[in-house]
């Protein structure tokens, strides 16, 4: 894959992986103004403003600038993640300029009006109420409120509070747009139909003279650590299957022993086939429809957790199975052929991405959010093989003691109490 | 059947083997059959065994999977080109040769009755279910694909070797292979994998059972407390794949609802139900879906409401925005962006490998066309005054299905 690196005199840095024989672009800008950088107590306002963007802007209204959008025939969205605000896009290559000037416009000069404040509100607390009967967002809400202290960026998902969002004001929207919607820090990825040249041409007419007067918003971030086990049963009315979640406080992606989780991570849980927990949960005892792991890629301690759907008579086994298998990771008992299959894997899942911009583009945009290096794809590949037995030994032992786990299983009343 | 393309932007090939067989092909008490049977191809074959290949292929990175839909049967396999032989050798196997020990299909029926209540916690599965079931009085389409829960806890094993048996077979299977080599090759790669395998005797006739005209509206109410927000859903009879109105009725979902990027996506914004439904303050929600389907099917219109607003209301608006479609041919600046976002997903679904092969074994197994290309080139060729006469043909009274999701409060 080749990525060429340009950098714009704001501060914006572009990144641009093209790819031959395509008709379409896919775009990704992210900016700091994820949830790592949201104010303390104010969960939800990166989100209510992200959603407020798109609501128009001193030039066109909502509609107007839906209908170029659509003219486009591009799709796009603008997420909130625990890093950055992600504005993602595909088009056909050609309307790249277009496209780039119609996110710009947005991020740079939106409305922000108090009505579409209103609408936004009316919105995300609709999403809100309609995640409290979720068995998958209760159990996602329910696991970080216990893991994490009230001050952490990750103790509410990105959505936010109900109250900071009834709360919300315009002007407080309007005050988190100028301190966090900067150039600085900002990374625009393209790959797919477009060339180097172009990309920076389109890139400096939209965003050359972006500039900003606030200031990047600061945060204390609290250490997390799970002192013992905690586990929590949330009882959601007329459902047939619980969601479980055990879990543990990450790590950033900086964190030097990374790559070293990453393969822990599919030699535990993250896949059905090639990790143990998938395989014996699912396959060889038939607890779980679905059972996998995942580690988040952020600038703090991400949520390291393992999800399982489950019938409620099931739940309490497939803890233990899931708790025992990362047991034996954790006392060694893996095999070479478990450390070669994750490691396969992983690698081999880099090629296999390489087939849609969406994926390169994603994996780009890693590399560059956490500073991985120019050559990181050469050397990833490596340091994935470099891992040892050891070291994923290591890493489970001091990230994912089974002793001491936050689990909780959201859903239908219990046959027997969820033992401690 | 076996269709080659080549795609070289990415060193993968992505090999889809689909069979005609699904819900379609099921009776009641036996309903689930053919999406459990996808469970027990992963169960292994003699020369396999069960995680045998499953592994290899983890070890190269692909990326696999299978669906079972009313119409067929699919598996995939992504892997990096120089891997393409074992996806064959895998997927060849189990074309005849799957165990499907008594011992799996106990061990594999907790995990699809897990399937099954997981998608019982959302209630738009559930509203969705029912209304299929009021649409089809004769049609197997009615009964949907999972099955139901006491069917998949009943189901016997040798239920499901025979349809095995019957099914899954050269002569009953389309191979779609996109990848970067030549199209010949990979085309002749797969036909060595395949050719000795025996051809099913058993396949008889497709399944017919007419779905007699629909003489009114039908409609039904689900009561759960399992969703706080209200849901509004119609499903109207709309025509196979070959009808020369698909490709209409695909611009037509385009026209009222866009080609949404999900759930707070800024696309498909100035489509007209979400102008006429979402922009009020009405729905958090919007979705229009027409699949190619086999036999007729159903054409759906469907939103999520804010929990204060009246189902009434939003269906009264709803169905004022079809009869609009249906009466009014679009404008022209409406029609370019239904022209161009029609375009952009053609890219957009064919720029990645697997889904490009994806499209191609969805449209050749329908019988929409007989290429992607073609199938694109009808979708360009679609006018103004088609959408109007598909949606005047579809959304009539005579033809809708209607269903209200209430939510009810926790006892």
């Not at chain 1, 104010?42 to 802007?57: W, Y």
């Not at chain 1, 945060?219 to 543990?248: C, F, H, M, N, Y």
């Not at chain 1, 991570?265 to 699912?282: E, K, Q």
């Amino acid at each position: 894959m080749r990525v060429e690196r340009r950098q714009l005199d704001n501060g914006l840095r572009i990144a641009v992986a093209p790819i031959a024989d395509l008709r379409s672009t896919a775009v990704v800008l992210a900016i700091e103004a994820g949830q790592w950088y949201e104010p303390a107590d104010r969960a939800g306002i990166a989100r209510m403003c992200a959603q407020t963007v798109l609501r128009g802007t001193t030039k066109r209204d909502a509609a107007k600038w839906a209908e170029a959008l659509d003219s486009l025939g591009a799709v796009a969205r603008l997420d909130v993640g625990s890093t950055a605000a992600a504005f993602s896009a595909q088009c056909l290559g050609d309307d790249l300029p277009a496209l780039l000037a119609l996110m710009s416009e947005a991020l740079r000069t939106p409305a922000l009006k108090e009505d579409d404040v209103e609408f936004v509100r009316g919105q995300t607390l609709a999403h809100i109420e309609r995640d409290e009967r979720d068995t998958r967002a209760v159990v996602d809400r329910v696991w970080r409120e216990l893991v994490y202290p009230k001050q952490h960026p990750f103790h509410a998902p990105p959505i936010g509070e109900a109250g900071v969002v009834r709360t919300a004001t315009a002007d407080e929207i309007r005050e988190y747009h100028i301190d966090a919607i900067r150039p600085s820090g900002a990374i625009l990825v393209v790959a797919g139909n477009a060339t180097t040249d172009r990309v920076a041409e389109a890139a400096s007419r939209a965003f050359g003279d972006w500039r900003s007067s606030g200031n990047p918003p600061l945060r204390e971030i609290p250490e997390v650590a799970l002192p013992a086990t905690i586990r929590r049963t949330e009882i959601v009315p007329d459902k047939t299957q619980s969601d479980v979640i055990i879990g543990w406080p990450g790590m950033p992606r900086t964190d030097p022993r990374f790559v070293a989780a990453r393969v822990t991570n599919m030699v535990y849980a993250a896949d059905t086939f090639a990790s143990r927990a998938g395989n014996v949960i699912r396959d060889q005892l038939g607890l779980a429809y679905y059972v996998f792991s995942g580690m988040g890629s952020s600038r703090g301690q991400s949520p390291w957790i393992v999800r399982m759907g489950v019938n409620p008579e099931n739940v309490q086994r497939a803890i233990e199975v899931a708790l025992d298998e990362l047991r034996k990771v954790t006392e060694g008992q893996i095999t070479d052929d478990d450390l070669s299959l994750a490691k396969d894997k992983l690698v081999g899942e880099l090629d296999v991405a390489l087939e849609s911009p969406g994926g390169v583009a994603n994996m780009v945009m890693e590399a560059e959010l956490f500073d991985l290096g120019e050559d990181h794809f050469e050397r990833y590949p490596q340091e994935l093989r470099a891992v040892t037995k050891e070291q994923v030994v290591q890493t489970a032992r001091t990230f994912l003691p089974p002793e001491r786990h936050a689990a909780v299983v959201a859903g239908p009343p219990l046959p027997v109490e969820l033992a401690a | 059947m076996i269709h080659a393309l080549e795609a070289h932007h990415a060193p993968v090939v992505s090999l889809w083997v689909w069979y005609h067989v699904g819900g379609r092909n099921e009776v009641p008490g036996t309903t689930g059959m053919s999406h459990f049977l996808e469970h027990m191809l992963f169960k292994g074959t003699p020369t396999h065994p069960k995680g045998d290949l499953d592994r290899l292929l983890a070890r190269y990175g692909a990326m696999w999977n299978a669906f079972t839909n009313e119409d067929v049967t699919c598996y995939f396999e992504t892997v990096p080109k120089a891997r393409y032989h074992t996806a064959l050798e895998l997927e060849a196997d189990r074309m005849r040769n799957a165990l499907i020990s008594l011992e799996e299909t106990e061990a594999e029926r907790t995990v699809i009755v897990s399937e099954r209540e997981g998608l019982e916690n959302d209630p738009s599965f559930l509203l969705g279910e029912e209304l299929q079931a009021v649409a089809f009085s004769r049609h197997p389409y009615g009964q949907g694909v999972i099955g139901s829960k006491d069917e998949i806890k009943l189901m016997p094993r040798d239920g499901l070797y025979a349809h095995y048996h019957r099914f899954y077979a050269p002569n009953n299977a389309y191979v779609v292979v996109v990848g970067d080599d030549d199209a010949a090759h990979l085309a002749d790669m797969a036909a060595k994998a395949f050719e000795s395998l025996e051809p099913s005797r058993d396949l008889g006739q497709p399944p017919r059972a007419p779905e007699p005209p629909q003489r009114g509206e039908r409609r039904i109410v689900v009561h759960r407390a399992g969703g706080t927000l209200p849901l509004v859903m119609m499903a109207f009879r709309a025509p196979r794949a070959t009808d020369p109105r698909a490709p209409a009725l695909a611009a037509l979902a385009v026209t009222l609802a866009g080609t949404s990027a999900g759930s707070d996506g800024a696309s498909g914004r100035s489509s007209r139900l979400h102008r006429a439904i979402v922009e009020k303050g009405l729905a958090t929600d919007v979705d229009v879906s027409f699949r190619l389907t086999k036999d007729p099917h159903l054409f759906w219109v469907d939103a999520t409401l804010r929990p204060e607003t009246a189902h009434l209301e939003v269906e009264r608006i709803m169905l004022r925005e079809l009869e609009k479609v249906a009466t009014e041919e679009i404008g022209d600046a409406e029609f370019a962006r239904v022209k161009r976002q029609l375009l952009a997903a053609t890219a957009f679904g064919t720029d990645t490998i697997t889904w490009r092969a994806y499209r191609c074994g969805e449209i050749l197994s329908t019988g929409a066309a007989t290429s992607i290309a073609e199938w694109y080139d009808k979708l360009a060729a679609v006018t103004r005054e088609q959408i109007r006469e598909a949606a005047a043909a579809t959304f009539t009274e005579s033809s809708r299905n209607v269903g209200w999701f209430i939510p009810e409060a926790a006892d």
